[in-house]
């Protein structure tokens, strides 16, 4: 534990449909650890509270996954940021670090070097994260709790891109010392290259 973590709640997201690996990614082995139960052990070194958003808390039962909460979500959500926003609906904190469940690279001391630049993010900031030639790294840093009205608000008005919304907002970009822990596992052959 840091001494931030009750300031901070961990949303994990775990409705994907793993089309492209062809099996729950979430239960796929790391190491010989389930791939959301290696997540949510980082994210409960990060938070106090540690919620687990997915459509089928059934599948993760039988996981060790301590101080998690399942969040039920519909499993005709349309894609993480709906899920992110039902999660925010739960949290307490001013802070909310939310993480993929497909980050097997993910590193506590990099999680807890961000959190402790926390306070020094601008006001205006909704969110702190890192940030790569594709644009913002939406499943791998923070958002401030009160960003749920625009957030609501543009799910509201169709909107399903974290990317789009937060062209709208200041954002704070956080230091990227080793880009690997956002390699996600998406295929088959990704997790090949982890088993290498």
């Given at each position: 534990?840091?001494q931030h973590?009750?300031?901070?709640t961990?949303?994990v ?15 796929i082995?790391?190491?010989?650890v389930?791939l959301?139960?290696k997540v949510?052990?980082?994210?409960a070194?990060c938070?106090?509270t ?8 059934e599948r993760?039962q039988?996981?060790?996954l ?6 039920r979500?519909?499993p005709?959500t349309?894609?993480p ?8 609906t739960?949290v307490?904190?001013?802070w ?16 807890q070097?961000?959190i402790a630049?926390?306070?020094?993010v ?17 499943l ?7 960003c749920l009205?625009?957030?609501?608000e ?13 062209q709208?907002?200041?954002v ?5 010392p ?6 996600n ?5 990704d997790?090949?290259l982890?088993k290498d």
């Amino acid at each position: 534990m840091t001494q931030h973590s009750s300031l901070i709640t961990t949303i994990v997201l775990a409705g994907g449909q793993s089309s492209r690996m062809g099996e729950d990614k979430a239960l796929i082995p790391v190491q010989g650890v389930p791939l959301l139960q290696k997540v949510c052990g980082i994210a409960a070194s990060c938070a106090d509270t540690v919620y687990v958003v997915t459509p089928w808390p059934e599948r993760y039962q039988h996981l060790d996954l301590p101080h998690c909460q399942f969040i039920r979500e519909s499993p005709h959500t349309q894609g993480p940021l709906v899920g992110f926003a039902q999660g925010l609906t739960q949290v307490q904190t001013e802070w909310v670090l939310l993480l993929a469940c497909d980050l097997p690279k993910l590193q506590i001391e990099v999680l807890q070097d961000w959190i402790a630049r926390l306070d020094s993010v601008d006001d205006d900031a909704i969110a702190a994260l890192a940030h790569h030639s594709k644009g913002w790294e939406v499943l791998c840093g923070f958002y401030r709790r009160r960003c749920l009205p625009q957030l609501s608000e543009f799910i509201n008005q169709g909107g399903r891109s974290f990317q789009k919304w937060l062209q709208h907002y200041p954002v704070e970009i956080l230091p990227l010392p080793n880009p690997d822990i956002l390699f996600n596992c998406n295929t088959p052959d990704d997790w090949a290259l982890l088993k290498d």
